[in-house]
């Protein structure tokens, strides 16, 4: 894909600011590679559209019903496929 197709706000990697020391300037690069092939693929592959008919979002939390987390383990039990999303995990950051 050529350059052309970038859009403005995406950095040039050519042009680094000035007054970025060495290393900042080969940071500043390699982030603008980064976005840059970023979104190249964006343009080449759709997003994925899942309908909100095929999944539920559940939050566990203390304040999690019994009735809740007897349903997410039988879940777990009969299926194949099952995600666990912990960005919000206190302990990992």
């Known amino acids: ?3 052309k197709f970038i ?3 995406l950095r040039d990697i050519n042009d680094p600011p000035a007054h970025l020391d060495d290393q900042q300037k080969a940071n500043w690069i390699s982030a603008a590679k980064k976005a840059k092939k970023n979104y190249q ?3 080449q592959h759709p997003a994925l559209d899942i309908p909100t008919l095929f999944y539920e979002i559940i ?3 203390k304040y ?3 009735g809740t987390m007897q349903k ?3 879940h777990v039990r009969n299926c194949n496929e099952f995600t666990f999303d912990t960005e919000d ?3 990992t950051k």
């Open 1 to 3: 894909m050529s350059d």
């Open 64 to 66: 999690t019903t019994t």
């Open 7 to 9: 859009p403005y706000h």
């Open 41 to 43: 693929y964006q343009q």
């Open 72 to 74: 997410l383990t039988n």
């Open 89 to 91: 995990e206190k302990s």
């Open 59 to 61: 939050h566990v939390n």
